[in-house]
């Protein structure tokens, strides 16, 4: 299950407007699961206010989670000397890429993964060690998925990697495979970021691994690699590089852009489900840093990271 309550340092990307139920929705930078507050409730209006003022003054605040629930059950501001701290740590993507409007049901899977031809990301420039097959690729996504949490036996990285947790930690979960595609295959990695915040959009999907519930979030991110691909067909050689994700927590195995992108509107789960934009930026990306998906914090050190999966490491997805 969900932890039953936590106490973050985060930023209020927006605060959303009331659902047909009437509850307000807030969204954080730091979290990809979208948590909802009543404001019938005396306590939780006063909840409401302090989340806008935060977001409309751009300042850091301490909230008191619970995601099992997925309410905010307390907000209050920094001190001075924790204000400085975030301040002083905190480092951003120097000019990040824009992100791109999308509807899934118009693009042709067939060419929209073909790095260079509809994907063109000045991320891609900043690395040519592309991976050389399919094969490797595969070798490096069991691999990570064999560090999760969920697995007997130590992980053979610290601290083990909470796959089997997929209402929130992608950030983290994305950034460590990014060390481990890096530091240990040498290949390049970038990371690429769904989003629904347009209105009162959701990412939805089935948790399919883990017990089959719904999960729904406001972005998630993983790692993208280039994955090089050759074919012969008759006289004709092919070469070409398809831009591929790997996320253990969704899938079995190493899967195209498209095929993850659509998974993550599964309308079963949320009738409304809505992939809003997806944007490719460099793996020092770690979480966004606005509600539009312009601005991405990093976490070049992985203490934000490693603090993260250690939090997750026992937790579960469904009931």
């Keep these: 299950m969900p932890v039953s309550k936590e106490s973050a340092i985060v930023t209020v990307a927006a605060v959303r407007e009331p659902t047909e139920d009437g509850a307000i929705e ?5 979290r990809e699961q979208i948590f909802a507050l009543s404001p019938t409730v005396k ?3 006063a909840v409401v206010e302090r989340l806008r003022a935060a977001f409309e003054s751009n300042v850091p605040v301490t909230a008191t989670l619970d995601p099992g629930r997925a309410t905010v059950q307390k907000v209050e501001p920094l001190s001075e000397r924790e204000l400085r701290q975030f301040e002083r740590t905190r480092t951003m993507v120097e000019e990040p890429d824009k992100p791109v409007r999308i509807k899934l049901d118009s693009i042709d899977p067939t060419t929209f993964n073909i790095v260079g031809h509809k994907l063109d990301f000045t ?9 050389p097959s399919y094969s490797v690729a595969k070798t490096i996504f ?3 998925a064999a560090q999760s949490c969920h697995l007997p036996g130590p992980p053979a990285v610290t601290p083990c990697i909470p796959f089997q947790y997929v209402i929130d930690g992608c950030y983290a979960r994305a950034h460590k495979m990014r060390q481990i595609i890096e530091d240990k295959y040498g290949y390049c990695c970038e990371k690429v970021f769904s989003f629904a915040n347009q209105g ?31 074919l012969r067909l008759g006289f004709i050689n092919l070469d070409f590089v398809l831009a591929m994700v790997i996320d253990p927590g969704m899938f079995d195995k190493p ?64 009931p």
Excluded at 26 to 30: A, K, R
Excluded at 123 to 131: E, G, P, Q, S
Excluded at 203 to 215: D, I, N, P, Y
């Design 255 to 318: 899967v195209l852009l498209s095929t993850w992108l659509g998974a993550q509107e599964h309308v079963p789960c949320w009738p409304t489900a809505n992939v809003s934009m997806y944007s490719i930026q460099p793996g020092t990306a770690y979480t966004p840093a606005n509600y539009a998906g312009t601005a991405f914090a990093t976490d070049p050190t992985y203490s934000s990271t490693n603090a993260t999966l250690t939090n997750y490491a026992n937790l579960t997805t469904c």
């Design 123 to 131: 991320a891609f420039r900043l690395c040519n060690r592309v991976i």
């Design 142 to 144: 069991d691999f990570c």
């Design 43 to 45: 306590a939780q209006a």
């Design 200 to 230: 009162n959009d959701r990412l939805a999907v089935l948790a399919g691994k883990w017990g089959g519930c719904c999960v729904t979030w406001w972005y998630h991110v993983a790692p993208l690699v280039r994955v090089r691909i050759r």
């Design 26 to 30: 807030c969204v954080f930078n730091e």
